[in-house]
């Protein structure tokens, strides 16, 4: 397993016991391709309404990454997944974009009601309590059972997640064999040695090799993350079965994960700060290619943050857990950081586009 000084990219037996039993009770656990990639092509492809594929122009095919996002049936997953699927769709064929085919990875082990809207590959969940709670640790197993079934035609992978909208068209910012990810100001592996001492071994190097980064957004060659996916999947594993670690990094646990199982295979990132913001803390979009809405914004009436407390006006993806939001929320008051502004109108324009926004899924 990974947490060992040998073997790196071979699962342990622990989970190939809890593989098994997850296998066991899904009878249906056959991996299903559907959406517009339906038939010969798999997800690979997606399709305008002429049913042609839709490149930038002069897009070099060899850069041409995999938009890839792991999901679940939960309407909360649901819902941000078809906002992200609609502004792929309308990013891809710009200049500058390297975007190549789109799936959703859904690890809820059945199909749902957005199959013939988004390309999607089913896959299974672990076996029923071994993410202790925990759904994100599912990723990672989602990640490699799409990379052991789905036919991929592109060489790059971007991994990404539903709350990630793309705000202008995404190059390949992966330079040959060294991916590209973002760093996070909350992943601090050399503040962490000791407990990660016990995933990355001295004889691995210190513990600065590992990048401050998640799992999202990354762009990696499909060949690394081949090698590396199942390396993360039992350092997830073995993370969350370890009383200490677990406290120690709680709900980004599988983020450093992922971290450790690319130092493990040797593998350093470029770090772009360019690849995405997060508001209310970054003001504006006009130098990145993503925003991640993970934080809720609220403000005052007179534009002022109230982080923290609810505001006078507020977006946050946590309010709509049971239902989507409404088409055409209201724009933030006067003062609130263009970010936020543009964050609401795309959200806007995504959710006046999609036909059947409001219908139940």
């Known amino acids: 397993m990974m947490s060992g000084r040998k073997n790196a990219g071979k699962a342990s037996s622990f989970l190939l ?3 098994s039993v997850g296998c066991f009770f899904a009878t249906y656990n ?21 049913g042609a594929l839709s490149f930038a122009s002069g897009s070099d095919p060899s850069k041409r990454f995999h938009v890839a996002l792991t999901a679940t049936d939960a309407l909360y997953s649901q819902w941000q997944s078809r906002i992200m699927h609609y502004w792929y769709k309308e990013m891809r064929g710009r200049p500058g974009s390297d975007m190549g085919g ?28 071994a993410d202790k709670g925990y759904i994100v640790l599912n990723r990672p197993w989602a990640f490699v059972q799409w990379l052991q079934k789905a036919d991929i035609e592109e060489d790059y992978i971007l991994m990404a997640e539903p709350d990630h909208i793309f705000v202008k068209p995404l190059p390949n910012l992966a330079h040959g064999d060294q991916p590209a990810a973002f760093p996070f100001f909350y992943i601090k592996p050399t503040d962490n040695e000791k407990v990660l001492r016990k995933f990355f071994p001295k004889e691995k190097g210190p513990v600065s090799n590992i990048d401050p980064i998640g799992n999202s957004p990354v762009i990696i060659q499909k060949a690394q993350l081949e090698k590396i996916a199942p390396t993360w999947m039992n350092v997830s594993l073995k993370m969350k079965e370890d009383a200490e670690t677990d406290k120690a990094f709680g709900w980004v646990l599988e983020m450093y994960a992922y971290a450790v199982a690319s130092a493990l295979h040797g593998v350093r990132h470029n770090l772009r700060k360019d690849f995405m913001i997060q508001p ?5 979009t006009d130098n990145t290619f993503i925003i991640h809405y993970t934080y809720g914004c609220d403000y005052s009436l007179k534009g002022e943050l109230t982080y923290g407390k609810i505001g006078e006006w507020r977006f946050d993806k946590r309010s709509y857990l049971r239902s989507p939001p409404p088409r055409n ?10 970010s936020v502004v543009t964050l609401v109108k795309m959200v806007n324009e995504a959710t006046t586009g999609i036909i059947g926004w409001d219908e139940e899924r």
Do not use: N, Y
């Open 17 to 19: 016991v809890l593989i």
């Open 30 to 50: 056959f991996l299903t391709m559907v959406g517009h990639g339906r038939g010969r092509d798999g997800p690979r492809k997606m399709l305008d309404h002429d």
């Open 280 to 284: 209310p803390w970054d003001a504006k």
């Open 102 to 129: 789109f799936t959703r990875i859904l690890h809820s082990g059945k199909p749902d009601g957005l199959m013939d809207e988004i390309p999607t590959l089913v896959v299974d969940p672990l076996p029923e309590g």
């Open 329 to 338: 929320l209201s724009l933030p008051p006067p003062g609130v950081p263009e």
